[in-house]
């Protein structure tokens, strides 16, 4: 690599007594959701900022598709269709029916939710005053379910307002608010009992499964889960991750928007990571250590492939133990003070999916970063219709891909075509043919796994011919050959 830092070797363990990671980005996704929207295969567009930055980072969109088969899904249709009728019910009177179903926040906040639209429709009034009468205990929730106009708003859910700097959730101590999305916040804590350890505690609704994907995955390259509570009292699930400082990938390159690609180095991200997080409530360790050292000799273009080698490794143990992540996209990333790329945020994460597969519960992604195929297989799920083809870990070969063709400059939404044969200014062709790779529309075209991708993306950083991806540029082959082969080109002459 000429006068480059050598690529920093891969870890193969990870020690949760490490660097304490900053918050992960609280994003909000596509995604099919029980009991999520007012309208059955309503289509609700929603923003959130991104987790641990002052200035807020490039948005989402959120595409919610209720389940039909849920609970509350069915007394909302009910209810609809009496409205329809003619008659008009109200949420209490069809929850009074279904004792079983009262204490459910999400069923009541549908249901409120699905009766507000039939009044607003109607152009009848909706009384804050009335609604509080009719559902008591839930004033600051209710409140943000009239005037919010998220469907998956926390407070809808049933979860408190987030506590401020110095308050108390559970065991821990709030520093500071880092993020909020549609599904949750995200505060900095320390954990009184353990030392005082600066934690991230993720503030999700209690029906999600994310913690469960989290426990599952150990690797250098993912943010760990540390433990999941439950407060008494509360409908929240407290997800508790290690602080690791640093910053969104998607705020870094929102920070190098007005330094071209060709002119980029290594350097700049970490000058971009320093502007982004300036000041932390805590400081993590910042130690000088391998990837820091790398990003700071290495050029743009080996810098945005290593970083991709290594969420590659991040996926394929996900892979491994049966997971998709089905969300890759720059901010749901994180770059740590220390350097390392560290991939976070599994609400999504769930097995493959086999094509003519039905009642999908909850399956999503977002829209400029999907596979042909998963965004197939949402739109079919949103029409009630079998999956017309499978949904594998090449999905999320795409996600990555997209992750990298925008780092490196390229246009995101993808432009559209069956051919995505890529080039960027000052990327050395190899790379542009990796990601062109898993830019395939056809999943058949791409690489078979993470694995393999990861291996050519490092062959590609050490200067080594490409086994799944081609290109014919003799001029690289031959920079390739003589970077490899220092002294060659000398005794030659």
Known sequence: MSDDEPIPARPRWTSTGEAFARAPSVSVSASIDPDASATAGRVVLGVAPAAASTSAEPTSETVIVPDPAGPAEQLAHALADAWARGDRPRADELLADRPDLRDRPEVVARLIREEVAQRRA??????????????????????????DGYPDHPAALGGEATPGSGETIGEFVVIGTLGRGARGSVVLATQPSLANRPVVLKATPREGWEHLSLARLQHPHIVPLLGVQEPAGSDLRLMVMPYHGGASLSRVLDLLADVPVASRRGRDLLDALGRADPAPPIDPVRADGPARRF????????????????????????????????????????????????????????????????????????????????????DAARSGLPTPRDVDARADLFGLGALLHEALG???????????????????????????RCLADDPEARYPDAGHLAADLRRQLADLPLLGASHRNPLEHLRQWSRRRPTALARLA
């Open 122 to 147: 109607l152009g009848l009034a909706v009384e804050t005053a009335e609604f509080l009468a009719r559902f008591p205990g839930w004033d600051r929730r209710l409140i943000a379910l009239l005037d």
């Open 295 to 378: 990003l700071a000799r290495a050029s743009y273009a080996k810098a945005v492939g290593w970083i991709g080698a290594c969420l590659a490794d991040a996926l394929d143990e996900a892979h491994r133990r049966g997971l998709l992540h089905l969300d890759l996209k720059p901010s749901n990333v994180l770059l740590a003070a220390d350097g390392r790329p560290m991939l976070l945020d599994f609400h999504l994460a769930r097995g493959p999916i086999p094509a003519g597969a039905v009642g999908l519960g909850r399956v999503g992604g977002t829209p400029s970063y999907m596979a042909p195929e998963q965004r197939a297989a949402l």
């Open 410 to 436: 390229g246009p995101v939404p993808l432009d559209a075509g069956p051919s995505r044969r890529r080039s960027y200014p000052g990327v050395e062709p190899g790379l542009a043919a990796i990601v062109s």
